[in-house]
Every structure is written in structure tokens, then in C-alpha cells.
């Protein structure tokens, strides 16, 4: 069974610019999260979506914004990008919405030059 | 007060030995509790979960919850070299409406010393 796939890999812009990041969870599994991990601040929440509805987000500015397709895919979009915006971005998805996102994907890294 | 409270580390114990890694969390109201291993340069990998007050055993590993104290752990009984990772603890908290929070602690570094 194919796990999670995030990609690109690895995403280079410049400040201003627009990214946008892609994720296909585990089949079957309808629930997606977003999460950033920079350098020293941990893991931090980005967004939730089950059964292509956005059902959460965290403290992240409306600059950070994404949708989840009909075959459950989903995509981050992150526009106006600023220097801080570098990090490792994981995408995880669960059979079940009451999870925080059992399987990782290895994550697309962000660079903003 | 963070939400979600790891020691950074690292902690290092000898090969064989009993590792303890220790989490505390500030919302009284949160009902999931992960726990998640990082190899360097690797995502997080799911490793325990657990839902109620008590000890749950999988393998070499063993996760406590005690809600009374907010506090969580994950003992890892004889600790091998490929042990030596960064232990991430995950708290989701869900309230009524459907919202659902998930905090992650900072991840406490282990070193197993062959």
C-alpha cells in the first residue's frame, strides 16, 4: 500500500512569490492535516481537512489557504511569501477524523530566498 | 505556559537501559495523546497512542496517561542504538462544532550510548 506522497520535494522562491504544495493521503484515508516545521519552533498545525471541507486551521495568517479535492488530495497554498515562511512542510492523513494524522508524508522543504 | 511540554534533551541513556520521556500538557479538556518518533531529515512517525488514564504496552514500548496531572509519557525499555531519535508528543483536543486542536510538543532528543 502506497503511503503518503507530498510534493514537490523541495520548492525554492523568493519573498512575494507564491507556493503551492501538494499531498495525496493513504487511500481510503479521508482526513488531511498540514503542518509546518521550522527550525527550532517544532511542529506546528496548519490545517485540517476531512471530506473536502476545511474543518480547522491554526494560528497561521489567511495567507496560508488550501483545499482538499474529491479524491481527497489536497493542496497548500501559501502566497505573499515571507523569509520566514522556510521550513519543512508535512502533510499527514488518517482513516479517522479523531486522529491528529497517524501517517506522515516525508514532506515538501521551503525555501524563501 | 505551553500547551504542549517536552524537555528538549537530549537525554541519553546506555544501551539496554529503560528511557523515559515526559510530557505535560495545559488543556484539562484534551482527549488524544501521540506519540510520534523523527529520525533526522525524516517525517514523524507514529509510534503510540493513547486515549485513556492507565499504561498501554506495544512491544519495547509502553505509554502512560495520567488526566489528573496532565502529563503523559513513553518508557522505551531496552534501548537500542536505533532508538536514538527525536520523541514527538501530540495532544488533539476536540470540543463541540467539530473543532479539533492539535499541539505537538517541542520533541525530546534521545541518544542511545552503545
Known amino acids: 500500500e502506497a503511503g503518503v506522497t507530498q510534493s514537490p520535494t523541495h520548492l525554492i522562491k523568493t519573498r512575494g512569490q507564491q507556493a503551492t504544495l501538494r499531498c495525496s493521503p493513504i487511500?481510503?484515508?479521508?482526513?488531511v492535516y498540514w503542518y509546518q516545521q521550522a527550525l527550532g519552533l517544532g511542529l506546528q498545525f496548519l490545517l485540517w481537512?476531512?471530506?473536502?471541507?476545511?474543518?480547522n486551521r491554526g494560528n497561521f495568517p489567511p495567507r496560508f489557504s488550501g483545499r482538499q479535492f474529491p479524491n481527497y488530495s489536497s493542496e497548500l497554498n501559501v502566497n505573499a511569501l515571507e523569509l520566514e515562511d522556510s521550513a519543512l512542510y508535512l502533510c499527514?492523513?488518517?482513516?479517522?477524523?479523531?486522529?491528529?494524522?497517524?501517517?506522515f508524508g516525508p514532506g515538501t522543504r521551503l525555501t524563501v530566498l | 505556559q505551553k500547551e504542549v511540554e517536552q524537555n528538549s534533551g537530549p537525554l541519553s541513556v546506555p544501551e539496554g537501559a529503560i528511557a523515559s520521556l515526559n510530557c505535560t500538557y495545559s488543556?484539562?479538556?484534551?482527549?488524544?495523546f501521540f506519540w510520534y518518533r523523527q529520525y533526522s531529515g525524516k517525517s514523524p512517525e507514529l509510534i503510540m497512542s493513547?486515549?485513556?488514564?492507565g499504561d498501554k504496552e506495544d512491544g519495547r514500548f509502553t505509554a502512560q496517561l495520567n488526566k489528573a496531572s496532565q502529563y503523559v509519557s513513553l518508557l522505551i525499555r531496552d534501548s537500542q542504538p536505533s532508538d536514538s531519535a527525536t520523541y514527538l508528543c501530540?495532544?488533539?483536543?476536540?470540543?463541540?462544532?467539530?473543532?479539533?486542536?492539535?499541539?505537538f510538543g517541542i520533541g525530546t532528543k534521545l541518544q542511545v550510548i552503545p
Open positions: 499527514a492523513s488518517s482513516l479517522y477524523s479523531a486522529r491528529t494524522g497517524e501517517f
Open positions: 487511500s481510503g484515508h479521508t482526513s
Open positions: 481537512y476531512d471530506e473536502g471541507e476545511e474543518r
Open positions: 488543556d484539562r479538556g484534551s482527549q488524544s
Open positions: 493513547i486515549y485513556s488514564n
Open positions: 501530540a495532544v488533539n483536543t476536540r470540543r463541540s462544532g467539530g473543532y479539533q486542536k492539535v499541539t
